[in-house]
């Protein structure tokens, strides 16, 4: 019996730590995400309006790996652009750009794409050619996989990035093998780093 309330303990103290620690990164995220902007025209200010743009796009509840999303930003102007499969994505995208401290205009050029039984097959069989691979599961990792797989009317573009060449060459690879696809554009980035 007092083995169970040691463990039972033990396993408490373990979940409270875990819980603080949590809550000591997402403040540290907070505090980084919400810190004050450089002065407008200053050197560092397009940086930080670009990482904020970068931050609110990545947090939107639906962005999937099926979604690419782009921007660019221009001064106080900032243009979306980019392929998602659902509206909503969209228009969140657009709603959370704006309320951006420094944002004063959003082009939204960000195409929606058309609803298909088959695209959506499609998008199922290159998820699995492509994680499913040894060597690419690890890009899956994140809550955001880092190769997105945009499917229109059966052709299939690869967008985003991986840390070496040969990942890149594989998820071609893979994407080409996939039944019922009619193209496979590979425009994934290779890190430097």
Known sequence: MRFTDHHS????????????????????????TNQQPPARGSAGYDTWLSNQVRHQLLMLPFYSV???LEYKVEGGKVTLLGQVRLPNVKSDAESAVKHIEGVESVDDQIQVLPASIVDDRIRRAEFRAIYSFPGLEMYALRSVPTIHIIVDNGHVTLEGSVARQSDKDVAGIRANAVPGTFSVTNNLHVDNS
């Open 9 to 32: 303990l033990k396993s408490s103290a373990i979940l409270f730590c875990l819980f603080v620690l949590a809550l000591g990164m997402a403040g540290s995220s907070f505090a980084a």
């Open 66 to 68: 099926f979604d690419n």
